[in-house]
């Protein structure tokens, strides 16, 4: 059983930075996908960042330049990595996961359909 648990969210001042952390356990393929998520109060979620196990990353164009994500297989966790964080970006932030056989179709997705796994969120507040 795949499960995901992330950790890290919490009050920074805009312009401020925060890493979210996210620790992955059960998967069994070596071929990933892992995605960074937020959903703020009365929105949609919208993915901002994507990593597979192949290295290739993608992101969403309001967090281009500002958003790291990376993957510490040592530690089998997902980071985050938010810098110049502005007041329009307080939501919860989820990370997400999907473990594959291979690797043939293995692309970053922004998209909620592409991922199988999900955690339980954590908070980031952005005060101005």
């Known amino acids: 059983q795949v499960q995901l648990v992330e950790s890290g969210g919490g009050t920074v001042q805009s312009g401020g930075s925060l890493k979210l952390s996210c620790i992955i356990s059960g998967y069994t393929y070596s071929f990933w996908r892992v995605g960074w998520f937020r959903q703020a109060p009365g929105l949609e979620r919208e993915g901002v960042a994507s990593l597979v196990s192949e290295g290739s990353t993608i992101y969403a ?26 007041p329009e970006e307080p939501a919860m932030y989820y990370c997400a996961f999907r473990q594959c056989s291979n690797s043939l179709t293995l692309t970053p997705a922004l998209a909620e359909n592409r991922y199988a796994y999900w955690g339980q969120g954590t908070q980031v507040t952005v005060s101005s």
């Open 61 to 86: 164009d309001s967090v281009k330049g500002r958003f790291t994500i990376t993957h510490d297989s040592g530690k089998n966790t997902a980071y985050l990595q938010m810098n110049s964080l502005t």
